[in-house]
């Protein structure tokens, strides 16, 4: 099997390539390890990180791709976050790699990640899915995999030192315009001080046994009453709405990145109880949400 790891030349990325190149992690020994980084020419010196990374994978024996894309020009057109542009356009190059090579994407987000992300999606409001933490997943058809997820940052710039291993500082990770930086280096340390790293982990893990319960509920439900990404607006209807959410979003999450506005669900299923024909809400990536004649079909018109 072929890995296709996201290497950014930060101690996360650089501490998983190294362990994946030397077999160091149990899950996935034996893998092709090939490594992918993205220039989102952010800084200046951006082009220094991708040589830093080449070279690095040199040493490692490791096969490396590299892309730059200007990420704040994508972001001004499609009217996004420089964040958010980032992430879509990075998880592109890795999905390309990943079908060219028959593989698997490998991100190198750590314990804290998932707890930073935790307390993100609280901020925002979401439901419990988005307070499960980071977790392996599908994105368009290729699995998405954390091989270092389980280890706190603290352990991973250790291991960087005990085996003298160099890695780049990115200067933007102390920018707190950036959502994530400012809960990292603002909020992050105050609940560190009185919960703990452990404790919000145990409390998304708990979350996470009770997501997989429900999710694996309601894709029995799909699986008796959708074909094809079609169903019946009566059937629908008879749902409770969490359920109707779950239903909306299984449809159409695996295949996009972008984030999918829980008010744009709640007006599918507004749509829906309605039930009257030839009505069409647009979702993320080309995916729409219609209804004609009773059924409900969810399509991506881009395809």
Partial sequence: MRIIAGVSGGADSICMLHKLARGELEDW?????????????????????????????DKLGVECRVRSEDVQAYAHEHKISTETAGRLLRYEFFVEIARENGGIIATAHNANDSAESVIMHLLRGSGRAGLCGIRSRELAGTRVVRPIIDMPRAEIEEYCRENSIEYLRDE??????????????????????????????????ILREEEDFLRAEVARLMCENVREGEFSANWFNSLHKAIKRRVLQMLIKPSTERTIQLERV??????????????????????????????????????
């Fill in 266 to 303: 709640d007006a599918c299923i507004e749509m829906i109880a309605k039930n009257y024909g030839g009505k069409i809400i647009e979702m993320p990536d080309g995916f729409r949400v219609s209804l004609r004649k009773g059924m409900v079909r969810v399509d991506n018109c881009d395809r």
């Fill in 29 to 57: 020994r034996g893998c092709e390890v090939v490594a992918a980084h993205f220039d989102h020419r952010l800084r200046a010196n951006s082009g220094a990180d991708a040589l830093f990374v080449r070279e690095t994978c």
């Fill in 172 to 205: 933007t990770n102390d920018d707190t315009q950036f959502f994530r930086n400012k809960v990292r280096h603002e909020i992050m340390p105050i609940i560190y001080e009185n919960a703990g790293l452990e404790a919000l982990g145990r409390a998304s893990g």
